[in-house]
Nanobody, 123 residues
């Protein structure tokens, strides 16, 4: 089970930190990803992190977003800085079996999803 928190309303240029708490065993064996979905659009890849801490980002967020994880606490976080209105969306945490790491940008490959947390950036 994955539970996101930390979403909210922020002005353009501001920051938010999303967190995702995972339950169950073998958390460190999973690639953890963040996706987002704006109204009327597809769910898009934002960032992912391997069990050992290797990170991957969508080009649109490189340099502004940082993904991290704490395997001891079964937590993954997404620090979002310099936010722009166009990143307004529901953000989802997801888990991918480590053996599928090469598919980490593919939304259909992820096994488990959180309920999502709304991020709204006002101009």
């Amino acid at each position: 089970q994955l539970v996101e928190s930390g979403g909210g309303l922020v002005q353009a240029g501001g920051s938010l930190r999303l967190s995702c708490a995972a339950s169950g065993r073998a958390f460190s064996s999973y690639v953890m990803g963040w996706f987002r979905q704006a109204p009327g659009k597809e769910r898009d890849f934002v960032a992912a992190i391997s069990g050992s801490g290797t990170t991957y980002y969508a080009d649109s967020v490189k340099g502004r977003f940082t993904i991290s994880r704490d395997n001891a606490k079964n937590m993954v976080s997404l620090q979002m800085n310099s936010l722009k209105p166009e990143v307004t969306a529901v953000y989802y945490c997801a888990a991918l079996a480590g053996s599928k790491w090469w598919r980490l940008t593919d939304v259909t490959e992820y096994d488990d999803w959180g309920q999502g947390t709304q991020v709204t950036v006002s101009s």
